[in-house]
């Protein structure tokens, strides 16, 4: 617009104005200012120049509103105080930048000063909407309902540290604050990535659309706050359902995070701002239900969310059996946060790939490590022997949550590391702990027992030689009480009969013991292998006197003393006149 001088102004009005009837008139119309803002143009008109864009709404008796004639020139107004117009632009009636903001910006231009980078998508009638002339001053508006400004910020027209999050903090500052709080800031989220599209009217001036499911298809219950799902960071704001339930497997996110798996940004492809999904390689065998787990499966952790059957299959033991007892070290080669495979030193004899025990169950977690031994033990005929009835205690000192090895007490006499009992697999179980027995059971038989030793052990739980053992038979069961033991400290027990008879087997006949503890404490080697009288190995010894079965305990006898002194005497057989069933008396 052509600017227009002081004396300009005043010239063109007396011509206009002025002369007599007959002297000839200025027909033109006046200046734009002049029409604005009448007789205050002719002295302003550098400020009517800077006011004429808002000259439909704010005129200068609005600001300027008593006359004071005298005061300051011919018809002139006071000055408005700050009640009226409490920030005023710094260049006089020209708003500069703050233009966009109208009429408002006169008297508000500190306001328009903290709005004017919001400028291109709000302005003040979209808060203040309805125009009240006598309530907050001529012309004034109104102040927004909290159906428009639902969460104003502290300072109204400055969001302070949320601005971050652009004109949507100044009126939904809770929200922003939110969102801060869950994200730190805008980063890949913005407010439009989920309220996309501009819907005037809708929601409110200038509004957003809510976002649909196919965008936020599981809002948290407070839409912009997760609660403990904050952890899994922008993720929860849309996911929610998903980030619970893996909050409800993992507790928070350590080793597995949602960009683990949803590694890179496809913009578009799923919604805004969302990522891809993960292939086969990543995720080899998700759940069903890709973030829940079975409860089965979940007790593997992280793992149970790319190698769900895997879990299902260990899940029975992960009690004592945790995925990280074998896959201890992370390895980055096999994907984000995975772990290394074991080797032999820690698994020994892995169940199998799938992690499914089959026909090892009885073994239990055990097998997972040391399938071998569960092969050995079967073939052994000894499957009713599960490990933890020799190693009973856990022990860290042999590998994560290994057990102890079993003491003599326990395994008197071990079949071998191998747990494989070879020829003596005929006296199952039994040959693990008694090998020795089981050998000589092999070559040397109890008559027609052969080598059963249920016959005479009998199953009985609680036994204080340990669990599953079983109990010793008394002689006199299978032998009857028709035969009298000899000066016998056990006659009458289980063990009656067993001082001079080793009941597993002996190279000596009637099963005679190859060496006899002799009242006196001592033990003697003895040769039995004939019925002969007095002969080697025999009764009594011809040739070594003292050395017979029945002298190597004689000490005050008349006859065949244990020192290879004494009187002579027959030389048949010795229970010609001693007979078993007297225990050894002489016949009446």
Request: net charge negative.
């Amino acid at each position: 617009m052509k600017r227009w001088g002081t004396a300009g102004v005043a010239l063109l009005a007396a011509l206009w104005g002025c002369g007599d009837p007959g002297a000839p008139r200025f027909s033109g119309a006046p200046p734009p200012v002049v029409q604005a803002f009448g007789t205050c143009a002719f002295c302003h008109s550098g400020e009517a120049d800077g006011m004429l864009p808002v000259a439909a709404s704010l005129n200068c008796t609005i600001c300027h509103a008593d006359a004071r004639p005298g005061f300051a020139g011919p018809g002139h107004r006071a000055l408005p105080g700050t009640e009226l117009v409490p920030s005023y632009p710094p260049t006089g009636h020209r708003l500069g930048a703050d233009a966009a903001f109208g009429s408002c910006a006169f008297c508000h231009n500190d306001t328009s000063g903290e709005l004017r980078v919001f400028a291109g998508f709000l302005r003040c009638e979209t808060c203040h909407t309805a125009v009240l002339a006598a309530s907050f001053g001529p012309r004034h508006r109104s102040l927004p309902s909290a159906g428009q400004v639902p969460s104003a910020p502290p300072q109204a027209h400055a969001a302070g540290a949320n601005a971050a999050w652009g004109h949507c903090a100044l009126c939904h500052d809770r929200e922003a604050q939110d969102l801060t709080e869950v994200l730190g800031g805008p980063g890949e989220l913005a407010c439009s990535t989920c309220h996309s599209e501009r819907s005037p009217g809708v929601f409110g001036p200038g509004h957003f659309t809510l976002p649909s499911r196919d965008i936020v298809p599981a809002p948290p219950p407070r839409a912009h706050r997760p609660q403990a799902e904050r952890a899994w960071g922008s993720c929860a704001l849309c996911h929610n359902a998903e980030a619970r339930a893996v909050e409800a497997v993992l507790g928070s996110p350590e080793d597995l995070r949602c960009d683990t798996c949803h590694s890179d940004r496809a913009p578009g492809r799923y919604g805004p701002g969302h990522r891809a999904r993960p292939l086969n390689t990543l995720v080899p065998d998700a759940p069903s239900d890709p973030h829940r787990p079975s409860a089965l499966a979940a007790t593997s952790a992280s793992c149970a969310f790319c190698h769900s059957r895997l879990a299902e299959a260990v899940g029975p033991v992960t009690d004592e059996l945790a995925c990280s007892v074998c896959h201890a070290e992370a390895a980055a080669a096999f994907g984000p946060g995975h772990r290394r495979l074991p080797d032999v030193a820690l698994v020994p004899a892995f169940v199998g790939a799938d992690h499914a025990l089959g026909r090892w169950q009885r073994f239990g977690v055990c097998a997972y490590c040391h399938r071998d031994l569960g092969e050995n033990v079967e073939a052994s005929n000894a499957a009713e022997l599960g490990c933890i009835v020799c190693h009973r205690q856990k022990l860290g000192e042999y590998g994560p949550a290994h057990r102890s090895l079993p003491g003599a007490d326990l395994v008197p006499d071990f079949v071998g590391a191998s747990h494989f009992s070879d020829d003596r697999r005929i006296f199952g179980t039994c040959a693990f702990c008694h090998s020795d027995t089981a050998e000589r059971g092999l070559e040397l038989t109890h008559g027609s027992l052969a080598v059963e030793c249920s016959r005479c052990h009998v199953p009985r739980e609680g036994e204080p030689l340990g669990k599953g053992h079983q109990s010793v038979a008394p002689c006199a069961a299978c032998h009857g009480t028709s035969r009298r033991t000899h000066h016998d400290p056990a006659e009458g027990t289980a063990q009656e009969c067993a001082v001079c008879h080793n009941p597993h087997g002996s190279r000596n006949v009637f099963l005679v013991r190859e060496a006899i503890r002799t009242p006196m404490g001592l033990e003697r080697g003895v040769r039995f292998e004939n019925l002969r009288g007095s002969d080697d190995a025999g009764f009594t010894a011809a040739t070594r006197p003292g050395s017979g079965l029945c002298e190597v305990c004689h000490t005050t006898t008349r006859y065949f003393r244990g020192d290879g002194t004494g009187d002579p005497h027959f030389v048949f057989p010795c229970f010609t006149c001693h007979p078993h069933a007297l225990g050894f008396s002489v016949r009446p």
